[in-house]
């Protein structure tokens, strides 16, 4: 009797596929051969479940996206339950916005594979409506992040809103740069030093500190 095939668990071992290539030797290298190859399947097996490179990497794309989102969200749902201002809180924000930074092996390859996508959508049109999503998506827990440590100035929060989420947003992006080309430098406990500072600069302290 023929063994049955889960599709949508072979459809994820190709993705991870993508992601050990992207990860090692860059996206360029990520066609359909050296995916089937890396996975340990024939081409045509590969093109059963994804019919050309751009269909395989724009769903590899969604792929981590919907897994940094979905980091993101658990994260957010645990600060929403703890009161503002206290030293929970504040550790918790830190906390998600560690879920961007390559602080373990999941997390390294993600934002990895994340940053190397976003680069390509500036030349791959293909690829641009995912890379708009992601943005659009990281955007919107930036600002609810603000919002949430600004809750006691409404002024101050209605002005600095989407300035401060995008200036947030792109001291993320540099920190998880820097992170993947100077990980001995940039380290886990720094990459928490630098956050610390940048919300402190908002006036977000947690009570008695």
């Given at each position: 009797?023929?063994?049955?095939?889960?599709?949508?668990?072979?459809?994820?071992?190709?993705?991870?596929?993508?992601?050990?290539?992207?990860?090692?030797?860059?996206?360029?290298?990520?066609?359909?051969?050296?995916?089937?190859?890396?996975?340990?399947?024939?081409?045509?097996?590969?093109?059963?479940?994804?019919?050309?490179?751009?269909?395989?990497?724009?769903?590899?794309?969604?792929?981590?996206?919907?897994?940094?989102?979905?980091?993101?969200?658990?994260?957010r749902d645990?600060?929403?339950?703890?009161?503002?201002?206290?030293?929970?809180?504040?550790?918790?924000?830190?906390?998600?916005?560690?879920?961007?930074?390559?602080?373990?092996?999941?997390?390294?390859?993600?934002?990895?594979?994340?940053?190397?996508?976003?680069?390509?959508?500036?030349?791959?049109p293909f690829?641009?409506?995912?890379?708009?999503?992601?943005?659009?998506?990281?955007?919107?827990?930036?600002?609810?992040?603000?919002?949430?440590?600004?809750?006691?100035?409404?002024?101050?929060?209605?002005?600095?809103?989407?300035?401060?989420?995008?200036?947030?947003?792109?001291?993320?992006?540099?920190?998880?740069?820097?992170?993947?080309?100077?990980?001995?430098?940039?380290?886990?406990?720094?990459?928490?030093?630098?956050?610390?500072?940048?919300?402190?600069?908002?006036?977000?302290?947690?009570?008695?500190?």
């Amino acid at each position: 009797m023929p063994k049955i095939v889960d599709a949508a668990a072979r459809r994820q071992e190709v993705v991870e596929a993508v992601f050990r290539i992207i990860a090692v030797d860059g996206l360029e290298r990520a066609s359909l051969r050296e995916v089937a190859d890396e996975a340990d399947l024939a081409v045509g097996s590969v093109r059963h479940y994804f019919t050309s490179s751009e269909e395989l990497l724009v769903h590899s794309f969604g792929v981590v996206v919907d897994r940094i989102i979905a980091r993101l969200t658990r994260a957010r749902d645990r600060i929403a339950a703890l009161p503002p201002g206290s030293a929970e809180h504040y550790d918790g924000v830190l906390t998600l916005l560690g879920q961007f930074l390559p602080l373990d092996e999941e997390r390294a390859v993600d934002a990895c594979v994340w940053m190397a996508f976003k680069n390509a959508a500036r030349i791959k049109p293909f690829l641009a409506p995912e890379a708009d999503r992601s943005h659009r998506a990281v955007a919107a827990v930036m600002g609810w992040l603000i919002i949430e440590l600004t809750k006691d100035d409404d002024a101050a929060r209605e002005q600095a809103l989407v300035t401060e989420a995008e200036r947030l947003l792109a001291t993320l992006d540099g920190l998880t740069m820097h992170a993947l080309l100077q990980p001995e430098w940039m380290t886990a406990q720094m990459c928490r030093d630098v956050l610390d500072a940048h919300l402190r600069g908002l006036g977000a302290v947690p009570t008695g500190h």
